[in-house]
């Protein structure tokens, strides 16, 4: 019983000090932790073993304007659970966010999250707040708008940033590229055309100014 007292105490106590960080960081270090920055992205899986597995629902090539949805399904590991991105952040805890990277964020952004899966919503006394978490397997639909057209084709990908714990401890928030590069999974090659509607044909033209 103590040893259980004292496993509680620790989780309670990392709760203390992650909440400690963000309300003393300056402004700009808050902001990273609220809206995501510039992350550091995992290069080795850890204890939670939380496991990441992309598809893609979108015609090829995409064209600008238009919409795709990309489908994640979510792992977590076997005694662990990942918050759900319903979650609201304010406890101190980390819910599940998806983000275009930086590099194609002048191509590609995201208007939507859904999820499916069952989410277990209950009162954490460590953290005092309601936590919102996914104790199974989960999956994640973001919709992405193409926002312009590209020479070439792009390797396509998603950072996923998010919190797990267990009955006695939390994992610091982590960010995976996803595809996941740790697996040696490869990003997705995506062509984006020109729209139909900004296509112009030089002969075409020419010829029905000829007819007038």
Not at 11 to 33: D, E, N, Q, Y
Not at 104 to 127: H, M, P
Not at 171 to 182: K, L
Request: charged fraction near 20%; charge should be positive.
């Amino acid at each position: 019983m103590e040893g259980h007292s004292a496993l509680f105490t620790m989780k309670m106590l990392f709760g203390i000090l992650l909440s400690g960080l963000l309300f003393t960081a300056p402004a700009h270090v808050r902001s990273c932790f609220a809206q995501f920055g510039h992350p550091r992205i995992e290069t080795r899986l850890a204890a939670d073993s939380t496991i990441f597995t992309m598809k893609l629902d979108a015609n090829h090539p995409l064209k600008p304007g238009k919409t795709f949805q990309v489908r994640i399904h979510v792992k977590p590991g076997r005694i662990w659970h990942v918050y759900s991105s319903k979650m609201s952040s304010d406890g101190g805890l980390t819910p599940l966010t998806v983000h275009v990277p930086p590099e194609l964020s002048g191509y590609f952004e995201i208007t939507k999250v859904a999820e499916n899966g069952v989410i277990r919503t209950a009162y954490d006394s460590n953290f005092m707040t309601v936590t919102m978490a996914h104790y199974k397997p989960f999956d994640v639909i973001a919709t992405i708008k193409v926002l312009k057209k590209a020479e070439k084709e792009i390797p396509f990908y998603l950072y996923v940033h998010f919190q797990t714990c267990n009955e006695t401890m939390c994992m610091p928030p982590r960010t995976f590229a996803v595809p996941m590069s740790v697996l040696g999974e490869k990003p997705f090659k995506l062509r984006i055309a020109q729209a139909m509607g900004s296509l112009r044909h030089p002969s075409g033209l020419a010829n029905v100014m000829k007819s007038r």
